[in-house]
């Protein structure tokens, strides 16, 4: 989804907002950079907003008690689609601008998606992976390594966490490889093979997905 939008939404990231709060700023502060401040600020308050809202949505023990991990899994698959929908027509048709309505739009919608991926989806892995910041994840992954390395039976956790970021990561690079190729084809629509991969892990694997509520 970031690969996408960065490289079809002028420089937007829908899941980082230390990106859009920075690069928004610059803009406002050195006109002189040529970088569009509007869409970028705007998607930061669309974002602060929309957290409150979903939370307060979430933390509702009615809410929380029907809406399980897999239910979620579904709602981001169809966000995904429709964004794509909407992004493909409206590039395709000369209608996004760096700040126009229809970007604001379009990169609002994207960015539901990737919050509840990476903060309210779980991923049932006692290691922590974000798929926005991969920052952390690289420490993580060389920490194991260090310490699957320096001790002395090799402890297979520490083995197993290792393997767990190295997949991370060689998935995370493979994805953003194939999207950087498919939005010179086929733009937009080339999220149609993530949306149907997480459909398809939520079919085969849904009676592994534990909702949130359950876990401890």
């Given amino acids: ?83 794509a929908i909407i992004g493909s027509y409206a590039l395709r048709h000369g209608l996004l601008t760096p700040d126009g309505w229809l970007s604001f739009l379009v990169a609002s919608l994207g960015m539901l998606p990737v919050y509840l991926q990476n903060y309210v989806i779980s991923h049932n892995h006692k290691s922590q992976t974000g798929t926005v910041v991969m920052t952390g994840n690289y420490v993580s992954m060389i920490s194991s390594f260090v310490n699957w390395l320096t001790q002395k039976h090799r402890a297979p956790e520490n083995k197993g966490t290792l393997t767990h970021y190295l997949k991370a990561h060689s998935s995370f690079c493979c994805g953003v490889v194939l999207m950087a190729i498919l939005s010179r084809w086929v733009d937009f629509l080339g999220l149609f093979i993530p949306a149907v991969l997480l459909m398809f892990h939520c079919v085969k694997f849904s009676d592994r997905i534990v909702p949130e509520h359950n876990q401890k």
């Fill in 1 to 83: 989804m970031d690969c996408i939008s960065f490289l079809l939404l002028f420089h937007t990231l829908l899941g980082l907002m230390t990106f859009n709060t920075m690069y928004g700023l610059i803009g406002f502060f050195n006109p002189e950079s040529g970088i569009k401040i509007g869409l970028h600020l705007y998607l930061v308050a669309f974002f602060i907003v929309s957290v409150f809202l979903l939370k307060l949505l979430h933390e509702k023990a009615s809410v929380k008690k029907i809406i399980a991990n897999e239910t979620y899994i579904r709602i981001q698959v169809g966000l995904i689609i429709i964004y």
